[in-house]
Every structure is written in structure tokens, then in C-alpha cells.
């Protein structure tokens, strides 16, 4: 394959330096529509917008348009004038075969006609070659791509090209906004790819905290259980503060943008995604999305402030208090986190959509992003002497606390609740639990999907829930935790022609297994990166917290678990067996040593199918081939967290002390 440099001036000297990278699918039309690799050109610009906007127009008579998990009825793809003709490659001064044009008017007439078709030939053979080097996917060779390095070595080389792609998706490249963060570069120019070329808030969130811990120390990051650190100057990566600064910037212009969720004051905050140049997006979407984009960006933010209030420069204490939080104002431009904090508490309790944008109803991830967002939010509150925010925040996730206990049901952790339900909670004080909302008909009459059959609720949302928000009030290590995992993974059992064997060989897995949508359309649903990385950092994390207990407690609810992981039948188990670190019987670090094997056996399953290390949102089911948005910037974000779980994981097993 040819190679090509991604500079340091392209991703704003944001993260990592240069390596060299493979070409992939459609970069070259990246930087000639998006802008890539500098500013924003405006010609280009316009036109990408204008196709936008024939999108638009072109949908099915609700307005609906396919889109992340929503497929709906296809757009017809208009050609593109500003990408390359098919004969660029013969035309182009940059081309290798210059050297080839011989003075024609030299040769006798047949011989120039000879000669002209056989240039012809080779350009269009050189052409072919190039489209099957750039697309491995479309001409069937994926399988016959290898990845030779080790896991470790792929890893660590995997770590740079991740922080890379997702630099080069941060604005003002792609002709986005400053500091706006662009789901996928992908804007349905093609027909095997969506238009994804938005900033959604919930992926520009998660992919802030997950670059947060190359720049604060841990204790920051996990802003629910913060107390006051001593500044140290020489941890982290001090580059990404531009970014950070950069973030804060788009944030708080997207906060008082008029949206079809509403403005500032009235849930404009919980809009899902906007258009990269930071205007509103007003075509049919599934809304209301209540909370999880204003709680994710305020625990994004939230370990910042603390950072810059334990720095305590006098420009660090005047930045918090102009651009992330004014307390002597519920909601104004400048207030980043006091604002979705406000938005929160304010309207946790009413339904919404999911992370997946597909289902109205009350889900697990949305409520504990909220719950932690209130809990750090009132420490913040305390911390800058807002003691009615403090209060009201506080309060109102101990509210929120007493909902979580219905979405365990008695077989395990149930992503998604109906709009309808009446929560059992005993609580006088707060908002009512039942939603006003009537029971949402779901897909049967939205237009984004046919009649599929009932979701079963075991969902990738729950492991995302798990690493973003879990922690004492749901840890990975509970015996419901471990059991709900486990049966997530086993629900693709035989759904996935890719793989092969038990799942502790480590499977490819999705969403969840009655999905349809196949990351352009309607079809079968596919592997998701971001759900396999997850499932590894979920395994990591509980190899984490056994080794913090000291350990284990098997139980007739996880025998059956521990079995599979450890390869032996259930019987030789002893169902209510404690496995104690330094135990003579060497159970505790069999099983420990066995999560990470099985976790490891999950990034393998990144490692095979990432071609040259880039990544899309799913791999095909039945050959393994990337499918979907490319460059998806959250992909990347769930491969970096997991690298990270695993980094801890091993450190434990290595240096004991650090239980």
C-alpha cells in the first residue's frame, strides 16, 4: 500500500506526532471537499453543503433520513464536481507516469495509436490498482490483509493512530468549527457509507473525557469522588490544554444555539447533534434526547475546572468563572457546565431517547450519566461557594438514585424501561417518576425501521454505563454486573458468521443482537469497535476492582461466569466459594490472570479486523470487512479507554502493591 504523512500542523499540534500511516477509503476526497490538513475552503464548504441540503430534500415524505441506527429510506447520491474525475490519475502533475508522455509526433500513425491505448490500459490498470490498495473492502481483500505485530506492539502503535484520526476530526478541520469535534469525516457521498459529518455532543463528550487522561492525573477523573489535589506541574500532556480551551469555546456558542429541541432555557441543551459549522440541525430526528449530552459534557468539563482551581492562577480561577461556571446565575452564555448541570437536574425524569437514538423510554446509561453529572456537579457547586446549586444538585441525585433499582430485573441489568413505567421508588421529594408521556410506539410508526421483534434490554448501553458511570453505585465486580455482561456477550451466540469458537476466544459484538440497522441502512445489524473494545475494558475494569477487594465471591448467579472464563465445567466449581488473594489454592490469581486473557482476546478481535489501524463504526458480520462511517471518532475514543483499563490491569498483576 502507499503510504502518507499525517503532519503535526494537520492535527493542530493537538496529539501525537508524525508517523506514517496507510492510505485509506476516500481520504483523498477529505481533503479535497473537507479541508483536511488545514483551513476550511470555502468553495469546498459550499459545496458540501449543498449537498447536505439535497439530502434533506430528498427524503422520504416524514422526513426521515437514514443516520446512526435510524435507517430510513435511502437518498439518491448526487455527483459530487469536486471530487477527482477518473481520469485524475493520468492528468494530475504529481503523477508517476509523466516520465512515459513521449513526443507523438514523432512516431508513424499506427504506432501512435498502439502507443496511446496502451497508455490508456496501463492508467486504467494503475487506477484499479490504487482503488484496491485504498479500498481493501470493496474488492474482497480484507482477508488477505495481516496483521503482523503482537497484540502489545499493535497496541502501542494503535494508540498513535487513534489519538491521530481523532486530531484530524476536531475543528477547523474538515471545515468544521473550532474546537467542534466531527463524528466521521463520512457524508453520504458514498452509498456504502451514512452521513455521520455532524458534532454530536454525546461523542464530542465522551472523546474529551477519554483524552483527559493523558493530561490530568487520576484523580480528576472520576469528579463524583474528587477532593482538592495538590498541583503538579509535570503530569500530563500539557498540548491538549489548546484543545481543551478550544472545546469549551464551541460548547458554550452550540449552548445558546435555537434548535428544534428548543434554546438555552427551554432543552435546547439536550439537542444530539448539530452541523459542523456550529448551526442547528432541524431535520427529523429522534428526539427528545434528555440528558446524557449535558451530563457527558459536564463530566467531561468538570475534572478541568478542578484542575484549574488546584492550579490557581489568576487567568486559570478568571476562566472558570467566565466560560465554565457563574455562581450568581442559573443559565448563561459562558456557563458551560452550570448550564447543563441546570439542564439536568431539571429534567431527569422525564423520557427520552437513547444513546442509539432509536427507542422513547427511560434507559440505565442516560439516568447514571445524570446521576454522577449531579454528584460532581454539587461538589463543584460547594467548591466555588454556589451552596443553593450544591444543594439542589445533590439532592436531586439521591432522587435519582432510588430509580436505578428497576432496570435490574431478575435475570439481569435491563438497558431501556418503557415511557410508561412507574418507578417503585418511596420517594417524597423530587420530580414525580411517571413521565406524562404516553407509551412511545417505538419503531412500528416512526419510519426509521420495519416491525422487528421485541429488544430482549441486554445492550451495550449497559457496558458503556458501567466504564463511564459505574463505580460504587454499580460496580463492574457485582454478581449482576458480571452476570449481565456475560449474557450481553452470549446473546450473539451463532449471530455472527465471523465468529468462531466460545466467546473467551473473544467475539465480535454489536449494539445488541435484534439489531437492524447495518451502518447505512435497513439489513442486518453488524459488529460495532466501540461495543468489542468495551466488552475488553469491562473485563479489565473487573480484574481491577476483584484485585482492589482482594477478593472473589462466586456465587450460584456468576458460577456458570467463572466457569467459561476459567475453561471448566460449572460442576467442579464450588458455587459459594471465596477466592482470596495470596491463597494457597491459587484460585484468585487464576481468575484474575484469566479476565485479562479473555480481554485481550477482545482487543485481538480490534487488532484483525482495523485495517492499517483505521477504524469504522461496525465490521461485517459475515466476512469482517469495515462497514459504516468511516474514521469514526468514538471508535477510536473506545479503543484508547480500553488500552487504558488494560494498562492498569496489567500493572496490578505485575506490581501487587497497587491493590
Given amino acids: 500500500m502507499s503510504e502518507s504523512e499525517i503532519s503535526e500542523q494537520d492535527l493542530h499540534g493537538k496529539l501525537q506526532p508524525t508517523v506514517p500511516l496507510l492510505k485509506h477509503q476516500h481520504e483523498d476526497e477529505d481533503e479535497l471537499v473537507g479541508g483536511g490538513g488545514g483551513g476550511s475552503d470555502e468553495k469546498a464548504q459550499a459545496t458540501r453543503m449543498r449537498h447536505a441540503d439535497l439530502k434533506e430534500s430528498s427524503n422520504d415524505p416524514h422526513g426521515h433520513r437514514p443516520h446512526r441506527g435510524h435507517a430510513g429510506h435511502l437518498s439518491p447520491i448526487p455527483t459530487n464536481p469536486a471530487l477527482p474525475s477518473p481520469d485524475f490519475i493520468t492528468k ?37 490498482i490504487c482503488v484496491a490498495l485504498s479500498r481493501p473492502d470493496r474488492l474482497g481483500l480484507v482477508k488477505a490483509y495481516v496483521q503482523d505485530a503482537g497484540l502489545d506492539s499493535w497496541i502501542q502503535s ?50 474529551i473525557s477519554t483524552l483527559l487522561a493523558d493530561f490530568l492525573p487520576a484523580p480528576y477523573l472520576t469528579p463524583w469522588n474528587f477532593a482538592p489535589q495538590k498541583y503538579n506541574m509535570s503530569e500530563g500532556d500539557v498540548r491538549l490544554e489548546p484543545l481543551l480551551r478550544e472545546y469549551v469555546n464551541g460548547q458554550s456558542s452550540l449552548q445558546v444555539v435555537q434548535n428544534p429541541s428548543g434554546n438555552l432555557f427551554s ?59 457563574d455562581p450568581h446565575r442559573l443559565r448563561e452564555q459562558g456557563s458551560v457546565i452550570k448550564n447543563d448541570l441546570e439542564e439536568v437536574g431539571g429534567s431527569w425524569s422525564k423520557s427520552g431517547f437513547d444513546l442509539w437514538e432509536e427507542l422513547n423510554g427511560y434507559h440505565l446509561f442516560t439516568l447514571l450519566v445524570s446521576y454522577r453529572a449531579l454528584q460532581a456537579g454539587g461538589i463543584l457547586a460547594r467548591r466555588l461557594n454556589d451552596t443553593g446549586a450544591a444543594d439542589y444538585y445533590i439532592s436531586q441525585s439521591k432522587t435519582l438514585a432510588t430509580y436505578l433499582p428497576d432496570f435490574l430485573t431478575p435475570e439481569y441489568w435491563t438497558a431501556n424501561l418503557p415511557s410508561d413505567h412507574i418507578f417503585t421508588n418511596k420517594s417524597t421529594t423530587g420530580t414525580p417518576a411517571k413521565s406524562p408521556e404516553k407509551r412511545s410506539p417505538e419503531v412500528k410508526s416512526r419510519g426509521y425501521f420495519p416491525l422487528r421483534r421485541d429488544r430482549t434490554g441486554l445492550d451495550c448501553a449497559f457496558l458503556l454505563s458501567l466504564i463511564h458511570a459505574g463505580g460504587d453505585i454499580l460496580p463492574v465486580s457485582a454478581p ?50 466501540i461495543c468489542t473494545f468495551s466488552t475488553a475494558q469491562v473485563l479489565y475494569s473487573a480484574q481491577s476492582d476483584f484485585h482492589s477487594q482482594g477478593s472473589i465471591q462466586v456465587s450460584n448467579t456468576t458460577v456458570d461466569v467463572w466457569a467459561d472464563i476459567l475453561g471448566v465445567p460449572s460442576a467442579t466449581l464450588n458455587h459459594t466459594a471465596i ?81
Avoid: C
Fill in 267 to 325: 432543552g435546547g441543551l439536550s439537542e444530539p447533534k448539530f452541523h459542523v459549522d456550529g448551526t442547528a440541525f432541524t431535520g427529523a430526528w429522534g428526539r427528545p434526547q434528555r440528558r446524557d449530552g449535558p451530563a457527558l459534557r459536564a463530566l467531561a468539563l468538570i475534572p478541568y475546572a478542578h484542575y484549574l482551581l488546584d492550579r490557581a492562577w489568576p487567568t486559570d480561577i478568571t476562566f472558570v468563572l467566565k466560560h465554565l461556571w
Fill in 480 to 529: 449482576e454486573s458480571l452476570e449481565t455482561v456475560w449474557k450481553y456477550v452470549k446473546s450473539f451466540d451463532g449471530i455472527y458468521q465471523i465468529n468462531q469458537g466460545p466467546w473467551t476466544n473473544g467475539w465480535a459484538v454489536g449494539r445488541y443482537a435484534e439489531d437492524v440497522y447495518n451502518g447505512v441502512g435497513i439489513g442486518q445489524g453488524n459488529p460495532w469497535f
Fill in 579 to 659: 477466592w482470596k488473594a495470596g491463597s494457597s489454592d491459587g484460585m484468585f490469581d487464576r481468575a484474575t490472570k484469566a479476565l485479562i486473557a479473555v480481554g485481550d482476546a477482545y482487543m485481538d478481535v480490534g487488532k484483525k479486523y482495523a485495517v492499517g489501524g483505521r477504524m469504522k463504526e461496525e465490521i461485517d458480520r459475515h466476512d469482517g470487512h469495515e462497514v459504516g462511517a468511516r474514521d469514526l471518532t468514538w471508535s477510536y475514543a473506545s479503543f484508547l479507554s480500553a488500552a487504558r483499563a488494560r494498562d492498569l490491569a496489567r500493572s496490578i498483576i505485575t506490581n501487587p502493591t497497587k491493590r
Fill in 92 to 128: 494530475t502533475k504529481s503523477t508517476p507516469h509523466r516520465s512515459l508522455i513521449i513526443n507523438r509526433q514523432t512516431l508513424p500513425f499506427n504506432w501512435q495509436t498502439l502507443l496511446g491505448g496502451g497508455l490508456m490500459l496501463f492508467a486504467l490498470l494503475t487506477a484499479l
Fill in 158 to 207: 494503535e494508540r498513535t493512530i487513534a489519538r491521530q484520526r481523532i486530531g484530524r476530526n476536531i475543528g477547523p478541520i474538515l471545515g468544521a468549527g473550532e474546537g467542534l469535534i466531527v463524528a466521521s469525516p463520512s457524508w453520504g457521498q458514498y452509498q456504502d457509507e451514512p452521513d455521520y459529518y455532524y458534532t454530536w455532543t454525546r461523542d464530542a463528550a465522551l472523546t
